[in-house]
């Protein structure tokens, strides 16, 4: 017996949450075929662990990668931190279901994740996953569906509850896509379309996804509908789902926005943890940061957005609406009138619309054009519709550290596998320091975690919630998706002025047994699958 490679003498953390212990691991072909002393083994290749922390592969539970990775099937920002799959369709948007009928809404959709838009001639998973695999990936993608897509194929976009046919249609399509291996359901519930649906919708929904095992993972709404306990807040809604038809509930990217909320997360936390104790299966992810990144749409008030994108910029034509929209936004932003600190508002990506230059404050821009922050905000959005996106400094690393350190807490970076080359775009570095951040700031330098509990919440952890069996852990049998890493030097390098930065201290990381990063560098194999839920 040959093995393809052999891993020899390095810190063996196998992402269930165990110690960290010095062994080999062997691959052959796609999978680990023995982890253990297998010095006796010959391998084609054999790589010299000694001084390197051997994991899985990291799961990245919380991604917006499904259009990044079609432009570009390098996902560079990824790879290079030992990312090996992308959780995708989150916070509603996902390329699938498409209805043909409503491909510019579909598109006007998928703006809101950050990329330039590129043609969709697939509807479905199965067409997608074609798609994807043809034009090859490095890393695999485990696809959730948007509830914004299904929503919009079901009805456009339309702020009316779902009449029955077109609540039939959503369910249908779901079960649809569920039979296409996807892993579950995402929703955006300060997104429009995903916002417009009452919980009556999204119990039905649910309901689809408790009875075969499926996730639920949320973007909460910023308001409570549920009217029920009033501590809970938007967590609300998600338990109530969880807790009234047993689904699996994820909850996206905690953290606390509000300034005079500031220092509340283990309040949160704690009341997370009641909801567990009291029979709810859920968990929630975070990233390792404290601003966080969107399209400025997001922050409109809802009527201004009805209709969707091309609705919008009609009516923000009139000076009337103009203004009215003006005085409302400057109320603040959110349900909950979050009030706008415009110089902790950066523009990450405006096309150069009116001028506009990315890294500069919403402030600062508004002043030079003469105008006010709301008003130019607005102008900004009636040009760029979804695409403007911006970085939001409204959290505290206070809390994010909190919440990361629950035992309910997986990591999720909210970003995108995306090229290094980003023009003069200045994304959020969620996008290229996520996981190493964890293993250098959460673990190394402030000890919040230690190495094997951190891991386990990019791994082994990930692949539990997510109900994907061969993956996450370091086990014989299992697909070979490993990262190789220096537990001294790892760390993530990009800052919010010059985000699109290497990580240092990633040496090795195999998807599916092939070398996508060989000595720190990429590699021209595109391994990676689109999973399937099984
Ligand atoms: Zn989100």
Redesign the pocket.
């Known amino acids: 017996m040959k093995l393809d490679t052999l891993i020899r003498g390095g810190l063996v953390v196998d992402g269930t949450g165990l110690a960290p212990r010095r062994t080999d691991v062997g691959l052959k072909g796609a999978h680990i075929h023995c982890v253990g002393d297998a010095v006796q083994l010959d391998a084609a290749h054999v790589i010299d662990a000694t001084g390197l922390v051997v994991a899985p592969g990291f799961i990245d539970i919380?991604t917006h990668s499904d259009m990044s990775l079609l432009q570009d099937g390098r996902g560079q920002s990824k790879v290079h931190q030992g990312v090996t799959t992308e959780v995708t369709g989150?916070?509603g948007f996902s390329p699938f279901p498409i209805n043909p009928q409503h491909m510019q809404l579909h598109q006007d959709l998928l703006a809101g994740i950050g990329d330039d838009a590129i043609a969709i001639t697939w509807r479905d998973v199965e067409g997608y996953r074609q798609t994807a695999e043809r034009q090859g990936i490095a890393l695999n993608i485990a696809p959730l569906v948007g509830h914004g897509a299904l929503r919009i194929a079901a009805m456009g976009v339309s702020s009316t509850p779902a009449n029955a046919a077109q609540m039939q249609c959503m369910q249908d399509l779901l079960a649809q896509m569920l039979d296409q291996g996807a892993f579950g359901m995402t929703t955006?519930l300060t997104y429009v379309p995903s916002r417009y649906a009452p919980t009556d919708e999204l119990v039905s929904l649910c309901e689809i996804l408790a009875r075969r095992g499926r996730i639920y993972a949320t973007?909460a709404r910023d308001k409570d509908l549920t009217g029920a306990d009033h501590r809970y807040g938007p967590l609300n809604e998600a338990l109530h789902l969880g807790r009234s038809t047993g689904v699996r509930v994820q909850f996206?990217?905690a953290a606390i926005n509000t300034p005079s909320e500031w220092g509340s997360a283990r309040l949160w936390t704690e009341r997370f943890e009641a909801a567990v104790q009291d029979g709810v299966d859920a968990a929630f992810d975070v990233y390792p940061y404290d601003a966080s990144s969107?399209a400025l749409t997001q922050y409109l008030p809802a009527w201004v957005q009805e209709g969707g994108v091309a609705a919008m910029r009609e009516r923000l034509q009139g000076e009337a609406v103009m203004a009215r929209a003006e005085a409302d936004l400057a109320l603040g932003w959110s349900a909950n009138r979050i009030p706008w600190l415009w110089d902790r508002v950066v523009l990450a990506r405006t096309d150069g619309l009116l001028g506009a230059q990315e890294g500069k404050t919403i402030e600062a821009a508004a002043a030079e054009a003469g105008k006010s922050p709301a008003r130019y905000t607005l102008e900004l959005c009636r040009e760029g519709g979804n695409r403007v996106m911006v970085v939001l400094f409204y959290r505290t690393e206070e809390d994010m550290r909190c919440f990361l350190q629950c035992r309910h807490a997986l990591v999720g970076s909210?970003g995108s596998a995306i090229p290094f080359d980003q023009g003069s775009r200045q994304p959020h570095p969620r996008n290229f320091g996520a996981s190493v951040r964890v293993l250098a700031r959460l673990v190394r330098d402030l000890g919040d975690l230690d190495l094997a509990t951190a891991i386990a919440k990019m791994t082994g952890g990930v692949a539990a919630r997510l109900g994907l069996r061969d993956r996450g852990t370091l086990a014989v049998g299992q697909a070979a998706d490993i990262v190789l890493f220096d537990p001294q030097e790892v760390r993530d390098r990009g800052t919010y002025l010059a985000p699109c930065q290497k990580p240092a201290g990633v040496a090795h990381v195999f998807v599916n047994g092939v070398a996508v990063i060989r000595d720190g560098a990429q590699t021209d194999a595109r391994p990676g699958r689109v999973l399937r839920a099984a």
Do not use: E, F, K, P
């Open positions: 919380h989150n916070c955006g973007h996206s990217h969107s909210d």
